[in-house]
T-cell receptor, first 111, second 116 residues
């Protein structure tokens, strides 16, 4: 049972444009959501997070939006840069429980 | 400051063997979690330890075990290895339990285990 889903395995975006990565979840108990970025041969790197009491969190070029009624969150990267090319994982948890990850979206920024 | 470190980086074993993976958390972090990432999938939770006690266990067989030491480092043991155990094993540390704003889990580079 995949409780966190990233339905787009890959995404290509022109440098300088906006990248939008999407994530859907099914467990309404989740109250904290995170995005991790992963380069080959490295562990996931924390990028940005959002609590369920908010609908938006911004950090520089990265913004995460949460739509609780739709059980949907998205990560916006603007402007996209070549160094943003990586696999992006959406993750969620509630209380002190484990992180539940999506399957990832491979983002490729085209120069 | 050093991040989460894991050893070894790569490991090749044969079916039926046993393996021990090691993790040192970020200084000051008291919680360590282990995840298994199979190619093409997201990381799957295996164990969480906090203050040397097991606080969470994922849906993995009893062949998987772990422990946390007084210095908060941790070991993951896998017995009777199967081909399907081939994966990247990730360790993550956080200051306390959970993943609240101040307790984000930070990951190490992982140990790539290949079972032949």
């Amino acid at each position: 049972d995949q409780q966190v889903k990233q339905n787009s395995p890959s995404l290509s975006v022109q440098e300088g444009r906006i990248s939008i990565l999407n994530c859907d979840y099914t467990n309404s108990m989740f109250d904290y959501f995170l995005w991790y970025k992963k380069y080959p041969a490295e562990g996931p790197t924390f990028l940005i997070s959002i609590s369920s009491i908010k609908d938006k969190n911004e950090d520089g070029r990265f913004t995460v939006f949460l739509n609780k009624s739709a059980k949907h969150l998205s990560l916006h990267i603007v402007p996209s840069q070549p160094g943003d090319s990586a696999v992006y994982f959406c993750a969620a948890n509630f209380g002190n429980e484990k992180l539940t990850f999506g399957t990832g979206t491979r983002l490729t920024i085209i120069p | 400051d050093a991040g989460v470190t894991q050893s070894p980086t790569h490991l090749i074993k044969t079916r039926g063997q046993q393996v021990t993976l090691r993790c040192s958390p970020i200084s000051g972090h008291k919680s360590v979690s282990w995840y298994q990432q199979v190619l093409g999938q997201g990381p799957q939770f295996i164990f969480q330890y906090y203050e040397k006690e097991e606080r969470g266990r994922g849906n993995f067989p009893d062949r998987f075990s772990a422990r946390q030491f007084p210095n908060y480092s941790s070991e993951l043991n896998v017995n009777a290895l199967l081909l399907g155990d081939s994966a990247l094993y990730l360790c993550a540390s956080s200051y306390t339990l959970g993943a609240a704003i101040t307790d984000t889990q930070y990951f190490g580079p992982g140990t790539r285990l290949t079972v032949l």
